[in-house]
């Protein structure tokens, strides 16, 4: 049996309920005509859309004729439904247009043949009403040549020979054979409207089934089934429930088979499949197996969604509808804004132009819609649904915002024990391009995992612009430049740049204000052409020449939509109500008076400190917020966008490993951020060089004896620097400490100086610090919210005035703090290699001299020795 997947699409009142109904009841899937006047049509089943006469909500019904079995799927005709429609595009096999043999093509007309063409649906056209006054199809027929421009071919032609020429253009094909044989093969004909070289058109009156049953079986006889792979695939288009609260997931098997228990794999895992039901209007049939071709609603699976691509399929692209209007929900007295939300969540999945977002800052949710008949539905639906009669507050444009030129936006990120900074690069798109994200940065400067966690929390977040904090859009922002700490780094880390650096962006960036625009047709009598001029003028509308027929007129154009929205109450005064106006969004463009707009929305950039674009680097052992505008002198990383900086133009750079920075590196660290450095100790790590052009007589110089010797030691630093201590640190960390000072302990004997051993304790409440002599070495715990960094920078700086102190440690930051204070720096891995030489040379020393290892004074019986030996050498 053949399957087709057929839509019905129209703008409003063109008759597409009444053609449904007309359609069924050819094929003998009713016994009764139902109208729309009087509330009994089979498709719309909602009380909602009885009473209100329009079709809200897609709905399916199964006809049969001959051995074709046809999924009618009847969709809203009303622009704020268009999503919902759109929606249902994605698993059709063919569609018919129904316009209006009085109103011709239409505003929302337009728009549903642009998303046909962009699905690539075969179209089948019935002019419906030629029962009325002022019916024209010819003119209708060619309106659509010269808006759409097609071939649309009248099949109701009783000239079947002209019929033949007509079709004999459109292709090559056709054309051959009808020169050859006079007449056209009706398989090259279905051939030809799948390929969308040719529109069919019907014509008729549905209310009084003239021209239905014709329609019908020219439909069966011209469509053919797609064929369809032996795996599985299949397309989700409508979340919904049923009377007992069922969820229900609609979709269409577009390869292989669905059954009852099979699992439904996603990026989660998979939910299981507990029924497959194929309705019909209100009615349902339950069946074992869904086909490929099948149109079905499946309970079971929870986290399914409309657009979901599902086996082979992928999900679908964004819709071209988006919701324009925004509106704050009023709560009935009793109900809290936490049950709210769960409810309207519930909706929103199954409502696809519903966007619920809640505002925290100021603990309130707001609705986004696509216009007032969409809002007076919804309040409908909770009331029906929840019991819950909400209000809402008059509603306000959607903005967006965008950007004039490239720019490059800085993320960093360095409270204490954390570390990350983000560069990315922000560029313009074309108007309707959205939000675009890519990463264009070598794994040698940040390794792939952290990308990732990039590219995640850019995609994750709504990010605002810096005018009205409006959504951006038509960006396209490229992660270039990034970087991780070895040790202090964490996810959230990167979250937090990653944001900062698109606020940062965007404030160094020329914004720019977008409103939403409207695609208009207005029609009115001949007598109000002037006030309908007058007005599209001052709405500053762009429009063609008006177009008249039968003592009326049609203009069209584009139009801000907020100059627009309230024009229909306006309309209808001044025509009596003879004029109409049909509106279908088009797309966003710059605002015409964004400096109203921006004034009256009066949006602080500087007072959103959920947004910020301010940075966070770490100095002195603690945190320090930096603005926006200072950020570039600071960042660690070269800017991506201009050249590498000169050599005396200094920035904060920090790295990170286990070597640490260069001597010059860090110098000029230090001079950027304490000033100039003037040193006369030529031993010293940061004396100032003379200029290359001096002259100057060579004279030995003696070397600064000091009274006493410091080696500061960052236990922890040391301990995951050295393999074995971080290996074992793994199974205890008392146990690497412990390791750690007996190695320590022993070092220091052959070393003459005092070793002060710091380990972390900042993070032990109530801890009060403390520190003990163990055999030989000062083992400090540093008290609590003082880390080993703070300690070691504060106690370098006071050693430092009189003595030498060498800090080991392969923190970056430390390093820098090490030159600022005077002191020198000890690598771990050079510490490690200096430990193994000493003892390596105690080894030697006890084989050559055969020294006891029993006596108790074994190890200064060696150091002794040591002494000795190197004594001899330097003399």
């Known amino acids: 049996m053949k399957r087709i997947a057929a839509g019905i699409l129209a703008h409003v009142d063109a008759g597409k309920t009444t053609l449904s109904e007309g359609l069924l009841y050819c094929a003998g899937e009713i016994r009764t005509f139902g109208r729309v006047d009087t509330q009994n049509t089979f498709l719309d089943t909602d009380e909602i859309e009885r009473s209100r006469g329009i079709t809200v909500f897609s709905k399916q019904a199964?006809?049969?004729?001959?051995?074709?079995?046809?999924?009618?799927?009847?969709?809203?005709?009303?622009?704020?439904?268009?999503?919902?429609?759109?929606?249902?595009?994605?698993?059709?096999?063919?569609?018919?247009?129904?316009?209006?043999?009085?109103?011709?093509?239409?505003?929302?007309?337009?728009?549903?043949?642009?998303?046909?063409?962009?699905?690539?649906?075969?179209?089948?056209?019935?002019?419906?009403?030629?029962?009325?006054?002022?019916?024209?199809?010819?003119?209708?027929?060619?309106?659509?040549?010269?808006?759409?421009?097609?071939?649309?071919?009248?099949?109701?032609d009783p000239d079947r020979e002209a019929l033949c020429e007509n079709l004999a253009m459109c292709d090559e094909k056709l054309m051959q054979m009808y020169l050859d044989d006079g007449k056209i093969d009706e398989e090259l004909v279905k051939k030809a409207i799948k390929r969308r070289d040719v529109f069919p058109v019907f014509s008729g009156a549905a209310l009084k089934m003239q021209g239905v049953e014709t329609f019908l079986k020219a439909f069966v006889r011209l469509t053919v089934q797609s064929a369809a792979p032996s795996e599985f695939g299949a397309k989700v288009f409508k979340i919904g429930q049923d009377d007992k609260g069922q969820r229900l997931t609609y979709m269409k098997i577009t390869g292989g088979s669905l059954k009852v228990k099979d699992i439904l794999k996603d990026a989660s895992g998979g939910e299981k499949v507990n029924e497959i039901r194929i309705?019909?209007?209100?009615?349902?049939?339950?069946?074992?197996?869904?086909?490929?071709?099948?149109?079905?609603?499946?309970?079971?699976?929870?986290?399914?969604?409309?657009?979901?691509?599902?086996?082979?399929?992928?999900?679908?692209?964004?819709?071209?509808?988006?919701?324009?209007?925004?509106?704050?929900?009023?709560?009935?007295?009793?109900?809290?804004?936490?049950?709210?939300?769960?409810?309207?969540?519930?909706?929103?999945?199954?409502?696809t132009q519903l966007n619920?977002?809640?505002?925290?800052?100021?603990?309130?949710?707001?609705?986004?819609?696509?216009?007032?008949?969409?809002?007076?539905?919804?309040?409908?639906?909770?009331?029906?649904?929840?019991?819950?009669?909400?209000?809402?507050?008059?509603?306000?444009?959607?903005?967006?915002?965008?950007?004039?030129?490239?720019?490059?936006?800085?993320?960093?990120?360095?409270?204490?024990?954390?570390?990350?900074?983000?560069?990315?690069?922000?560029?313009?798109?074309?108007?309707?391009?959205?939000?675009?994200?890519a990463a264009d940065c070598s794994e040698d400067i940040l390794d792939k995992n952290w990308q990732r966690l990039v590219m995640t929390h850019l995609m994750e977040k709504t990010h605002i612009g810096v005018l009205t904090g409006s959504p951006i859009t038509d960006i396209k922002v490229t992660l270039r430049s990034g970087r991780a700490h070895i040790k202090h780094t964490d996810g959230g880390d990167f979250r937090q740049a990653t944001y900062r650096?698109?606020?940062?962006?965007?404030?160094?960036?020329?914004?720019?204000?977008?409103?939403?625009?409207?695609?208009?047709?207005?029609?009115?009598?001949?007598?109000?052409?002037?006030?309908?001029?007058?007005?599209?003028?001052?709405?500053?509308?762009?429009?063609?020449?008006?177009?008249?027929?039968?003592?009326?007129?049609?203009?069209t154009g584009s139009v801000a939509a907020d100059a627009i929205r309230n024009y229909q109450r306006e309309l209808v005064g001044y025509t009596h109500g003879k004029g109409k106006l049909s509106c279908a969004f088009r797309d966003y463009g710059p605002c015409k008076n964004a400096e109203k707009i921006i004034e009256e929305i009066g949006y602080n950039v500087d007072a959103d400190v959920e947004n910020t674009a301010d940075s966070v680097f770490c100095s002195h052992g603690a945190g320090v917020v930096v603005k926006w505008d200072e950020v570039c002198d600071n960042m660690h990383l070269e800017s991506v966008l201009k050249p590498q900086r000169a050599a005396d133009e200094h920035t904060l750079v920090r790295r990170t490993g286990n070597i640490g920075a260069s001597d010059d590196e860090l110098l000029k660290i230090f001079?950027?951020?304490?000033?100039?450095?003037?040193?006369?100790?030529?031993?010293?790590?940061?004396?100032?060089?003379?200029?290359?052009?001096?002259?100057?007589?060579?004279?030995?110089?003696?070397?600064?004896?000091?009274?006493?010797?410091?080696?500061?030691?960052?236990?922890?630093?040391?301990?995951?620097?050295?393999?074995?201590?971080?290996?074992?640190?793994?199974?205890?960390?008392?146990?690497?400490?412990?390791?750690?000072?007996?190695?320590?302990?022993?070092?220091?004997?052959?070393?003459?100086?005092?070793?002060?051993?710091?380990?972390?304790a900042y993070k032990v409440k109530g801890n009060p610090g403390e520190a003990e002599r163990v055999n030989g070495i000062t083992v400090v715990?540093?008290?609590?919210?003082?880390?080993?960094?703070?300690?070691?920078?504060?106690?370098?700086?006071?050693?430092?005035?009189?003595?030498?102190?060498?800090?080991?440690?392969?923190?970056?930051?430390?390093?820098?703090?090490?030159?600022?204070?005077?002191?020198?720096?000890?690598?771990?891995?050079?510490?490690?290699?200096?430990?193994?030489?000493?003892?390596?040379?105690?080894?030697?020393?006890?084989?050559?001299?055969?020294?006891?290892?029993?006596?108790?004074k074994f190890l200064r019986t060696i150091r002794d020795k040591m002494e000795e030996l190197e004594m001899g050498i330097e003399e």
Request: net charge negative; aromatic share 10%; glycine share 6%.
């Open 279 to 351: 309705y019909s209007g209100e009615k349902y049939k339950n069946c074992d197996i869904a086909e490929s071709g099948c149109v079905c609603a499946v309970t079971g699976p929870t986290r399914t969604y409309a657009g979901q691509g599902l086996g082979f399929e992928e999900n679908s692209e964004k819709l071209t509808a988006e919701p324009i209007f925004s509106y704050r929900v009023i709560l009935p007295k009793g109900v809290d804004n936490g049950t709210a939300l769960e409810r309207l969540r519930q909706l929103e999945q199954e409502e």
């Open 671 to 760: 001079e950027h951020t304490y000033g100039k450095v003037e040193r006369k100790n030529p031993n010293h790590a940061m004396r100032t060089p003379k200029p290359a052009n001096t002259e100057y007589e060579y004279k030995p110089k003696k070397k600064k004896e000091f009274d006493k010797e410091y080696l500061l030691i960052d236990g922890y630093n040391i301990i995951f620097a050295w393999d074995y201590l971080k290996k074992l640190a793994g199974d205890s960390l008392e146990a690497a400490r412990s390791a750690l000072t007996d190695r320590i302990s022993a070092y220091k004997i052959f070393r003459d100086c005092e070793i002060i051993l710091v380990f972390d």
């Open 62 to 156: 199964v006809l049969s004729v001959d051995d074709t079995q046809i999924t009618l799927v009847d969709t809203p005709g009303h622009i704020d439904f268009a999503a919902e429609a759109e929606r249902t595009l994605a698993v059709l096999d063919y569609a018919t247009l129904v316009i209006s043999a009085t109103d011709g093509i239409q505003g929302h007309t337009k728009t549903l043949w642009d998303l046909l063409k962009k699905y690539n649906i075969p179209v089948f056209i019935f002019i419906n009403k030629l029962d009325l006054d002022g019916a024209d199809k010819m003119r209708v027929i060619d309106e659509l040549k010269a808006d759409f421009g097609g071939n649309f071919i009248d099949f109701c």
């Open 356 to 437: 619920v977002e809640w505002n925290a800052p100021i603990r309130e949710i707001q609705l986004r819609v696509m216009g007032e008949i969409q809002l007076e539905v919804l309040k409908q639906m909770i009331s029906k649904r929840f019991d819950m009669d909400v209000e809402f507050e008059e509603g306000r444009i959607v903005y967006k915002e965008t950007i004039e030129a490239r720019v490059e936006g800085v993320g960093h990120y360095e409270p204490l024990r954390h570390y990350a900074e983000v560069h990315l690069v922000l560029e313009p798109l074309p108007r309707g391009s959205g939000l675009q994200f």
């Open 501 to 555: 650096a698109v606020r940062h962006g965007l404030r160094c960036a020329k914004s720019v204000l977008l409103e939403p625009y409207y695609d208009f047709t207005l029609e009115v009598p001949d007598e109000n052409v002037g006030k309908a001029m007058t007005d599209l003028n001052f709405m500053g509308a762009e429009f063609t020449l008006p177009h008249s027929w039968g003592g009326k007129t049609r203009i």
């Open 781 to 856: 715990y540093t008290k609590e919210a003082q880390t080993a960094d703070a300690y070691i920078e504060k106690a370098a700086k006071e050693l430092s005035r009189n003595y030498k102190v060498t800090v080991a440690t392969s923190d970056g930051l430390e390093q820098m703090i090490i030159f600022g204070s005077g002191a020198y720096r000890l690598p771990a891995r050079a510490l490690l290699e200096d430990v193994l030489r000493v003892e390596n040379r105690v080894r030697e020393i006890v084989e050559q001299y055969n020294i006891d290892a029993e006596n108790t």
